[in-house]
């Protein structure tokens, strides 16, 4: 069967399209785009969650068309272990789809995303450099690699991504603005997905054991707990040493880094906390990596 195709996916309750390939995709999305439809784009690497759910919603209400990419990106993988560990299920996240408010789903093979290599390197200063840049080299190198490639497939109007992955959408804003003066389109940062006892959203969580799951509550009650301190106005050290003593008293849990950091310039912030600072956190939980983050 050929992969230059769409079809209806059946079984489903409605009728959603899947695309493999990029050309049958676009001329889709030119069809739509001529009859006056508005397109919405989420961004997927698939296994998705409530999380991901939450962002096709928000795109669904504000555009006539929801485009979902699912796509493991090698490139953005600095560990190799990792990218081979990531949780995938295609058929589960088809019918995840279809059973909400998706239209269309894009879920190319890395050779028709990158027939050849892709050697672009994006300079993009230290919102690219700090925290999760510092950790993850490459990370957000390949990040931009796949999403500007994927903006400049689907061209959407909104693209939504969700704020667990705060400094992604500040590098992602940043590459858009300096590489792709072009794209026109709007990008939105939708709030945290959490579960109901305030654990973050996330595809890694299936990697969790039981009792890891129960440790890995620290985290975000460590973050509720340090945006009170900050509401009370207790200072930055006093707040960070809090966190750093509270997560490591719990034996599962290894903290990465934590860091207070300017809301948009995600550089370490002198002045007063409120309303201009988010606190990002990375923390091993057993051999998971879990990110979150709180804005002040
Ligand atoms: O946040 C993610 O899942 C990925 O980094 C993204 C934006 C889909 C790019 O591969």
Redesign the pocket.
Known sequence: MSLSFSYFAQNFNKKMEIFKEIEPLKKRLQELRSKGQTIGFV???GALHQGHISLVERASQENDIVVV?I?V?PT?FNNKEDLEKYPRDLDADYSLLANNECDIVFSPSVEEIYPIPDTRQFELGSVSEVMEGKYRPGHFNG?CQ??SKLFAIINPNKAY??QK?YQ?IAVIRAMARKYMPEFLGEIISCPIKREADGLALSSRNVHLSPEQRQSALLISKTLFKAKEMSDNGENQKSIVSFIKKNISSDANLCLEYVEIVDKNTLLPITTTLKNKAVICITVYDGKTRLIDNILL
């Open positions: 961004a997927t690497m990419s796509f990106n953005q990040v796949i999403v991504f969700g992955d992604q």
